[in-house]
């Protein structure tokens, strides 16, 4: 029996489209990867690196081969690339994505008639670093993986392509586009509005000696970690998904004139209600998990103010092979034990690395 080797095509080849080229490359060696990307230096450093097996052009006739073909470029472009490869592609070919926002290209799928042969897909993972550099094959490793479907996409075609996700190591789920840009809006869209908005108004008042910025806990500085996020990409999202984020946005304003009347009225049980119910609901989240809310392995450990403190616990760690993604002082220890904070690739080395410097007496503090 002859049996059909699989060849993948990549359009945009940058944190995602790299990580899952990459990852298709790590658990199926023998699939046959063939990229395109604006850049020719993202290229070459994949072929070097052995992620992909050749190189495409925008337009070209070995887009007929593929079984599957990943748009990994911005929206617009993505859009674009579907109105070529309509007539390119074979009819066994699925064509899917990985934006953020599924409408706007669904409603070009459908007035291209290509319901048939796509299905969107958005990755719940991502840094905040950008490109192909910065892509590694573990990225979807028990990330949630969202697929929406056209509406006339074959059972058997969803369900060999949910199973080539599902071996990636990403969890697959099956959404409508509606369904998936509402619950984005709500979980991952409106959150980076509130950190950037945060950061502005502690930005706006803020005195000239930056006395705001300087003590910054340790709680501002998590909740407004994504606001470092790509500009360009969060003004995309906002008015690509605009309806809903707004929708959304309504709400979230209705609570905070709910909460300011509650605390210009000294209304203690209401306050309290607000507290306890988001702390219960939050808990009930599974953070381990690299789904919508990325978890962070991060220690806390005490050490005494004196030279070379630092430099001995990143010699121990390194000695046992352990990398470390960030080392720091906290100045501001206001809801966080330990003064020196570590954090970690991985949960693995956080532990190991835990069970090291206990062993050396180290007092660790781990959340």
Same mark, same amino acid.
């Given at each position: ?89 074979? =009819? ?50 028990? $990330? ?32 409508? $586009? ?6 984005? $809006? ?48 969060? *003004? *995309? ?31 203690? =049980? ?31 450990? =005490? ?22 993604? #960030?080392?720091?002082?906290?100045? #501001? ?14 949960? =693995? ?19």
């Amino acid at each position: 029996m002859l049996i059909h080797m699989k060849t993948i095509g990549f359009i945009g080849l940058g944190l995602i489209g790299g990580s899952i080229a990459k990852a298709i490359r790590k658990f199926h060696p023998d699939y046959n990867i063939l990229a395109y990307a604006k850049h020719k230096e993202t290229l070459a450093a994949a072929l070097q690196c052995g992620a992909i097996d050749g190189v495409l052009d925008a337009e070209d006739d070995r887009y007929r081969l593929c079984d599957y073909i990943f748009l990994c470029a911005p929206v617009e472009y993505n859009i674009e690339y579907l109105k070529y490869l309509k007539n390119v592609i074979s =009819d066994a070919c699925i064509i899917t994505d990985a934006g953020s926002v599924k409408g706007p290209i669904h409603q070009a799928v459908e007035e291209l008639g290509m319901d048939h042969c796509f299905i969107g897909g958005h990755p719940m993972a991502g840094s905040e670093r950008s490109g192909f550099a910065n892509s590694t094959d573990h990225l979807l490793e028990n $990330a949630y993986y969202i697929l929406t479907p056209g509406g006339e996409v074959p059972l058997e075609k969803l369900t060999e392509f949910s199973e080539l996700i599902d071996s990636l190591g990403a969890i697959p789920m099956v959404l409508t $586009a509606e369904e998936h840009d509402f619950i984005t $809006a709500g979980v991952s869209h409106l959150p980076h509005i509130i950190a950037s908005s945060l950061v502005n108004l502690v930005n706006a008042l803020d005195n000239d000696a930056e006395y705001m910025k300087t003590i910054a806990a340790g709680g501002f500085r998590d909740i407004t970690r994504i606001a470092s996020s790509s500009p360009v990409m969060w *003004q *995309q999202i906002c008015l690509e998904n605009s309806k809903n984020i707004s929708s959304v946005l309504d709400e979230y304003i209705r609570m905070l004139i709910q909460i300011r009347c509650s605390i210009d009225n000294h209304e203690a =049980d209401n306050i309290y209600q607000m507290f306890a119910s988001s702390r219960d609901y939050r808990d009930s989240i599974d953070v381990t998990s690299s789904g919508l809310i990325t978890r962070a392995y991060v220690l806390y450990l =005490d050490i005494v103010d004196e030279a070379g403190g630092i430099a001995t616990i990143a010699t121990i760690l390194a000695m046992d092979n352990i990398s470390i993604k #960030n080392i720091g002082i906290i100045h #501001n220890r206001e809801f966080e034990q330990g003064v020196l904070k570590i954090e970690f690739y991985e949960e =693995d080395a956080m532990n190991r690395g835990a069970a090291l410097l206990r062993k050396r007496n180290y007092i660790i503090y781990e959340r």
